[in-house]
């Protein structure tokens, strides 16, 4: 058994959700004088791959120490929708399982596409990559239900649609076109397409039913798109935490792994070495109006 790396570099550059602590590093200790290098860290919980946990929005909930190694690695289905969906789109539960099977009790990781503008990548834009994805509305959120799904992973800054976020009120010219995609497109205007009665849905309406999510993934993702693989999550071991930076992975058998790494081996890559797929760069700019 061989691993795939499906998580995105750590550093000072690394972008946290919209207002919240970026990663600080300072060396309290050097070689010289003391004979080993220490660093201190302070950082938000909601940081580079990140899983969300209950307790981030359900008083109730597990914190993340509690969260079994049997429902963080388990069979997933992993699905790409960069053919689909572009800036401000809706993707549904429908176009999902139109592209891969997904079996009740699965992890569900969600290729958008947009980790491609995450901050390792050539074309890297941040405000896309957080304010601009795609996401779901509540019939998403109940079709996860009656799967029962362990918990979904998403390619961007947030498995809610960026507009059902507060990110609406911060950043008022991207929610204005945000309002003119969803009236040419839905026929609705944006705060009635999202009314408060569906606010930040995926954290809210979800983690009471345990089904929490990872945000931000990304590393070698383009090698296991429509297809089920093993995948697991690893945070800490961490009481009383609302949520929790750590690593995803694949699972895939030695001779399958060798065949994805001569694959990855003819792809572009990041300058960390993660491989990407500027054909989903295409497909996202071609399906999107608002830039």
């Known amino acids: 058994m061989k691993m795939l790396d499906l998580t995105i570099p750590l550093g000072v550059g690394t972008p946290p959700w919209p207002t919240y602590e970026p990663l600080q590093i300072k060396y309290f200790k050097r070689l010289a004088p003391n004979g080993a290098n220490g660093q201190l860290l302070t950082h938000s919980n909601h940081l580079g791959t990140h899983l969300d946990g209950e307790i981030h929005f359900y008083t109730p909930g597990k914190d993340i120490a509690q969260l079994e190694f049997d429902f963080l690695v388990h069979e997933a289905a ?123 849905l995926m954290h809210i309406e979800m983690f009471p039913h345990g089904i929490i999510h990872a945000e931000c993934l990304g590393g070698d993702i383009d090698l296991i798109l429509n297809r089920r693989v093993t995948v697991g999550f690893f945070p800490w071991r961490f009481v009383d935490g609302e949520s929790c930076i750590g690593r995803c992975v694949a699972m895939v058998e030695d001779d399958e792994y060798e065949e994805l790494m001569a694959r990855k081996a003819e792809m572009h890559k990041t300058r960390f070495g993660d491989c990407f797929s500027p054909q989903h760069v295409e497909q996202l700019n071609g399906l999107s109006k608002y830039f």
């Open 78 to 200: 992993v699905v790409d929708l960069s053919d689909a969906c572009g800036n401000y789109d809706i993707y549904t539960s429908k176009m999902v399982e139109e592209r891969v099977e997904v079996k009740e009790g699965d992890i569900l990781i969600i290729h958008t596409g947009y980790h491609h503008f995450g901050w390792d990548m050539p074309t890297a834009d941040e405000i896309r990559y957080m304010v601009m994805h795609p996401g779901p509305d509540r019939e998403f959120a109940v079709w996860a239900k009656e799967k029962k799904l362990r918990w979904i992973g998403v390619d961007c800054g947030s498995a809610d649609h960026p507009m059902n976020t507060i990110i609406r009120d911060w950043m008022p010219r991207q929610a204005s076109s945000a309002d003119k995609h969803f009236r040419e497109r839905y026929g609705l205007p944006l705060a009635e397409y999202f009314t408060d009665d569906k606010y930040q």
